[in-house]
Nanobody, 114 residues
Framework: VQLQASGGGSVQTGGSLRLSCAASGSITSFTIMSWHRQAPGKQRELVAGFTSGGNTDYLDSAKGRFTISRDNAKNTVYLQMNSLNPEDTAVYYC?????????WGQGTEVTVSS
């Protein structure tokens, strides 16, 4: 399984971006799909994800600004990010879990300038 993340870029504070994570296989097979990010000098953290129960989970600072969604027909998971601020600057990774197997995308960089 390969995950291809895209959609990153440079925006100013208050701007928006939509990230895409396209899977090489059916995403309905995965128990969990999520977006994570890693800022320079910091640990990777969960930003948003679909839980195994079908619910969504968000980083506290992302609630109300970010929305995770999926298009099963396109095998793609999205992360709509609004009201971006410099603290959102990071490399964003998508992650999928199939049983005990974990797959990561290659990352897409998001830079938010003030």
């Amino acid at each position: 399984v390969q995950l291809q993340a895209s959609g990153g870029g440079s925006v100013q504070t208050g701007g928006s971006l939509r990230l895409s994570c396209a899977a090489s296989g059916s995403i309905t097979s995965f128990t969990i799909m999520s977006w994570h990010r890693q800022a320079p000098g910091k640990q990777r953290e969960l930003v948003a994800g679909f839980t195994s129960g079908g619910n969504t989970d968000y980083l506290d600072s992302a609630k109300g600004r970010f929305t995770i969604s999926r298009d099963n027909a396109k095998n793609t998971v999205y992360l709509q990010m609004n009201s971006l601020n410099p603290e959102d600057t990071a490399v964003y990774y998508c992650k999928a879990r199939y049983g005990s197997l974990i797959f990561w995308g290659q990352g897409t960089e998001v830079t938010v300038s003030s």
